[in-house]
């Protein structure tokens, strides 16, 4: 069974940065080969897309992080990062790390909290 662990959560002022990472738990050229991504959930919201990372590079982000959060992995660690940058209160979130399929895991999530 997939297991995806994030970490690198929690509170910032707004303008700050955060890195989360996400560990997930399948051999390297299985991990290497599956796209990421970042998904977040707001209190009385539904969870929505941050950013996907495709196996060949390509990266996908919603509008509302573009130019301000970069999704990166390093393959060697069987790892995906969110670097966020310029965070808002409006990023205040459960942020999941999310293996997309075949291998169609979810993390357990991380918070992230942008305030003064």
């Known amino acids: 069974q997939v297991q995806l662990v994030e970490s690198g959560g929690g509170l910032v002022q707004p303008g700050g940065s955060l890195r989360l990472s996400c560990a997930v738990s399948v051999s390297g050229r299985i991990f290497s080969s599956n796209a990421m991504g970042w998904f977040r959930q707001a209190p009385g919201k539904q969870r929505e897309f941050v950013a996907r990372l495709n196996s060949n590079g390509s990266t996908l982000y919603a509008d509302s992080v573009k130019g301000r959060f970069t999704i990166s992995r390093d393959n060697a660690k069987n790892t995906v990062f969110l670097q966020m940058n310029s965070l808002k209160p409006e990023d205040t979130a459960v942020y999941y790390c999310?293996?997309?399929?075949?291998?169609?895991?979810w993390g357990q999530g991380t918070q992230v909290t942008v305030s003064s």
């Open positions: 999310y293996a997309y399929r075949p291998l169609g895991s």
